[in-house]
């Protein structure tokens, strides 16, 4: 099946630097999403990526979907304490309707940010 | 208030138990989905459905059954044929034609620790 390397595994950084955490396919997909998990929770979408080249950005937040389909970066600018929790990467190819929905996650990023 | 609730927060089970988690959605959302999280390995997807009567196995489905009855209701059962069932489980609901195509929203989550 379709894997998802993210990098790094953990951060650690203090308050005010930028982050920058990526991630790579072993195949393409035609949609990149973002996703944030505060501890105890479920993840929730920080920003979705639909074509090859596309950078979005959501409030200090930017996020980039590679030229090969294969990649994708999340850059945070300026970091704060509420910043820290774990970062995801997925992943979705809708092949026709059989993978409507279906992502593959990285592993994640843990990020920490020291005041 | 629209959303997805997962029951319990916390589940403690001896060894051998079968175990239901509960999830509930009333955003008239078409598809759900389980996961399971383990330190260090992302989301790996169990079971999914993207209708009610019907659905299909994820990567990792050994060990666990679902019934999708009601189109807002996906409970999962951890069986006792399940090796290492100690882990966070999440919920997850998507809508086909949505806002963000492949975008997930997810529950709380469940711990549970089978000792």
């Known amino acids: 099946g379709q894997q998802l390397n993210q990098s790094p595994q953990s951060m650690f950084i203090q308050e005010g630097e930028d982050v920058s955490m990526n991630c790579t396919s072993s195949?393409?997909?035609?949609?990149w999403l973002w996703y944030k998990q505060d501890p105890g929770e479920g993840p929730v979408l920080l920003i979705a990526?639909?074509?090859?080249?596309e950078l979005t950005s959501n409030g200090r937040l930017t996020a980039q979907f590679g030229i090969t389909r294969k990649d994708s970066f999340l850059n945070i600018s300026a970091s704060i304490p509420s910043d820290v929790g774990i970062y995801f990467c997925a992943g979705n190819f809708n092949a026709g309707g059989t993978s409507y929905g279906k992502l593959t996650f990285g592993q994640g990023t843990i990020l920490t940010v020291h005041p | 208030d629209g959303g997805i609730t997962q029951s319990p927060k916390y589940l403690f089970r001896k060894e051998g138990q079968n175990v239901t988690l509960s999830c509930e959605q009333n955003?008239?959302?078409?598809?759900m989905y389980w996961y399971r999280q383990d330190p260090g390995q992302g989301l790996r997807l169990i079971y999914y459905?993207?209708?009610?009567?019907?659905?299909q196995k994820g990567d990792i489905a050994e060990g666990y059954s679902v019934s999708r009855e009601k189109k807002e209701s996906f409970p999962l059962t951890v069986t006792s044929a399940q090796k290492n069932p100690t882990a966070f489980y999440l919920c997850?609901?998507?809508?086909?034609?949505?806002?963000?195509?492949?975008?997930?929203?997810f529950g709380p989550g469940t711990r549970l620790t089978v000792l």
């Open positions: 955003l008239n959302h078409d598809a």
């Open positions: 997850a609901s998507s809508i086909e034609g949505g806002r963000v195509v492949g975008e997930q929203f």
């Open positions: 195949s393409i997909f035609n949609t």
């Open positions: 459905s993207q209708i009610v009567n019907d659905f």
């Open positions: 990526l639909y074509k090859a080249g």
